[in-house]
């Protein structure tokens, strides 16, 4: 009974605290300045009245003025407009009932489902689990691809990037993994994508049976960047709450560049100076926030895959430097192999998973090296053979992968379409190996 009359009475005296209403000062560029509310940074505001009203999330202070970014947008908001104070932050519904629920990047439903009252409200910004009380990972995350299962293995709760140019391949990838994955459920943030591709996404890549286990979110490029922005974080909170439940989750974001654009959008509007490629400090502030609140918690995991837009193809471009140091590995697909028809376009060499060792046997690790090497001496003759100058016999490794070659690429290729488990992926390295009498590492 305490309980319930403890929040009864903090009902009542929310009611019957005063309303203070402050009014807009300013509009420059995506920034509105708003004076006579109190504020902390994080709050949301109300711009204007009744249904025309919209919310606005203060990302800086200066003095009794508060710089709001708007969650909507601004037409019919003028200097002089009203401004309601909320007192609270972004929060959004969480439960088992977002199953199969497309939300928007505030977490409102975009599809036809039932409303989502009655579900918990939580907070969308939360800290990540304390280092010393998670989880060591040390258990597979199969994937449903063979040349990821195998040589760039994910462990339960690593984050893995995704690092590829425009065209590449990045969300056909991401969707042949949600259809694959042994995850009890998958969370899909699609952030600053195209409108016409979300509904191919929801429909072709990832399916009924693949949505029916999923829960999507979505701020398409149209958004104002605060959305954007918050997409990644509305996601990683519902993938939280069902790792505290217990679950293995699986995060997929499509794209971590466009989240660090749209905080490149919210840090300059705020007065931010602009630092490396016009990027404000705040981006490179942001990044581990969100991507260390995925990975192993104290009972759940959440194994985090994040594409990264590489801009002109450059690889250590500031964004993707900045997230390859903070990630578990990362997958980089190859152009190359895209104008070839060759998929899933991963570039084997060049990719690297910093837990394999920990989730693989000693038999696996063995072959998973073998055929790296077998590769890696392919790739060192290539050119040779080319022009006619490799002479055979002078390295062994080279010739036995120009013997294995068609079968090499063959197991490396996968139509989108095609569903191999881990074990049939061993299955079929080991028979790779065994078929060309491959030496052990």
């Excluded at 000062?25 to 708003?34: E, F």
């Excluded at 990630?327 to 697909?333: A, E, P, R, S, T």
């Excluded at 690297?352 to 046997?361: E, F, I, K, P, Q």
Aim: hydrophobic share 45%.
């Amino acid at each position: 009974m305490i309980p319930l009359l403890d929040s009864r009475l903090a009902a009542v005296a929310r009611a019957a605290r005063p309303v203070l209403a402050g009014r807009v000062s300013a509009v420059v560029g995506l920034s509105v300045t708003v004076e006579g509310v109190p504020g902390k940074v994080g709050d949301l505001v109300m711009l204007g009245t009744g249904r025309g009203a919209v919310p606005a999330e203060v990302v800086a202070l200066d003095g009794d003025r508060l710089s709001c970014l708007p969650l909507g947008t601004l037409t019919g908001i003028g200097v002089g407009s009203p401004v309601m104070p909320t007192g609270d932050a972004l929060r959004v519904a969480v439960g088992d009932a977002l199953r199969g629920r497309i939300l928007d990047g505030l977490g409102r439903p975009l599809d036809d489902g039932p409303s989502l009252a009655g579900l918990e409200m939580v907070p969308v910004e939360n800290e990540p689990p304390p280092a010393l009380r998670r989880r060591r990972i040390n258990q597979p995350m199969p994937l449903g691809v063979r040349a990821m299962d195998t040589l760039i293995t994910a462990g339960r709760g690593q984050r893995l990037g995704i690092f590829a140019g425009s065209g590449v391949g990045k969300s056909s990838l991401m969707s042949m993994i949600t259809r694959g994955t042994e995850a009890e459920i998958t969370v899909v943030a699609l952030v600053g994508e195209r409108g016409r591709e979300v509904r191919e996404f929801i429909e072709n890549d990832l399916g009924p049976e693949g949505l029916a286990r999923s829960v999507v979110v979505v701020a398409t490029s149209d958004q104002p960047p605060m959305v954007r922005l918050r997409a990644c974080f509305t996601a990683t909170r519902i993938a939280e709450w069902f790792r505290d439940q217990g679950r293995d989750v699986l995060l997929l974001m499509d794209s971590l560049t466009r989240a660090a654009m749209a905080q490149r959008e919210v840090g300059l509007s705020a007065g931010e100076p602009p630092a490396t490629r016009g990027y404000p400090p705040s981006v490179f502030a942001m990044l581990p926030r969100l991507l260390e609140r995925a990975g192993p918690g104290v009972d759940g995991s959440i194994t985090g895959l994040y594409t990264v837009l590489v801009d002109g193809d450059d690889h250590n471009e500031p964004i993707a430097d900045a997230a390859r140091s903070i990630l578990d590995g990362h997958v980089v697909l190859d152009r190359r192999l895209a104008t070839a028809g060759h998929f899933p376009t991963i570039d084997v060499l060049e990719s690297v998973s910093r837990v394999a060792g920990a989730v693989t046997s000693r038999e696996q690790r063995a072959g998973a090296t073998a055929l790296r090497r077998l590769m890696a001496a392919h790739r060192d003759i290539r050119e040779l053979v080319e022009i006619g100058a490799y002479v055979p016999g002078t390295n062994p490794d080279a010739d036995l992968a120009r013997a294995l070659w068609p079968r090499i690429e063959a197991f490396l290729r996968q139509d989108m379409d095609e569903q191999t488990t881990a074990e049939q992926a061993w299955e079929s390295l080991q028979a790779l190996l065994a078929g060309g009498q491959a030496p052990a590492s």
